[in-house]
């Protein structure tokens, strides 16, 4: 069972919005460590998305934002397109772990 | 352009060792932290391992610490990882990824293509 909690799956329309919840717990997101966020397209390694929870590697469209409160953080994806079809990991710091935590995934589908 | 490429993976019989190599390049490696992250099939990524850019700090998920070593030589451009004592919960593709700290929040900025690593009898 993963430290950080995300949907299994999420889908919409193409040019739709989805929201990918990451909820985490007092000794990782809710510490004050950042979230980040990579996708994952199939048979591909992990890309970066998302760092510093809200700010974009040069290249990633801004139809990808990333937010933070509390003990949780959200992915909106905006304008989904097909090519969004991907998995999707939240990531952080748990202090308790002393150890890099990960999601267990959110696929998202472009119906 | 940042590459890094993993190799060494294969099939390994329980209870085996195997060293897995990350070859980097477009960047000095000297300059970044570095860790090894896998990946089993179907599951979210994990962290292993990470090792500090002069390579005099090391750190272990719960999980591999004291079967695993990380090391690196920064002359060779190289990044590495001993995997001993192994059993099938270790089966996963393994990738190596450069670190970015900031603040004290650390993502990861590259990842290579990863290495498949399958224990099995």
């Known amino acids: 069972q993963s430290v950080l909690t995300q949907p299994p799956s999420v889908s919409g329309a193409p040019g739709q919005r989805v929201t990918i919840s990451c909820t985490g717990s007092?000794?990782?997101?809710?510490?004050?460590?950042?979230v980040h966020w990579y996708q994952q397209l199939p048979g591909t390694a992990p890309k970066l998305l998302i760092y510093?929870?809200?700010d974009r590697p040069s290249g990633v469209p801004d139809r990808f934002s990333g937010s933070k409160s509390g003990t949780s953080a959200s992915l909106v994806i905006s304008g989904l397109r097909t090519e969004d079809e991907a998995d999707y990991y939240c990531q952080s710091y748990d202090r308790t772990l002393t150890a890099h935590v990960f999601g267990a995934g959110t696929e998202v589908a472009v119906l | 352009e940042v590459q890094l490429l993993e190799s060494g993976g294969g099939l390994i019989q329980p209870g085996g060792s195997l060293r897995l190599s990350c070859a980097a390049s477009g960047f000095s490696l000297r300059n970044y932290a570095m860790s090894w992250v896998r990946q089993a099939p179907g599951k979210g990524p994990e962290w292993v391992s990470a090792?500090?850019?002069?390579?005099?700090?090391?750190y272990y998920a719960d999980s591999v610490q004291g079967r695993f070593t990380v090391s690196r030589d920064n002359y060779m451009n190289m990044l590495y990882l001993r995997m001993s004592s192994l059993s099938a919960e270790d089966t996963a593709v393994y990738y190596c990824?450069?670190?970015?700290?900031?603040?004290?929040?650390?993502?990861?900025?590259?990842w290579g293509q990863g290495t498949l690593v399958i224990v099995s009898p």
């Open positions: 090792i500090s850019g002069s390579g005099d700090r090391t």
């Open positions: 510093g929870n809200n």
């Open positions: 990824a450069r670190e970015i700290l900031v603040g004290y929040s650390t993502h990861f900025d590259y």
């Open positions: 007092s000794s990782n997101i809710g510490a004050d460590y950042d």
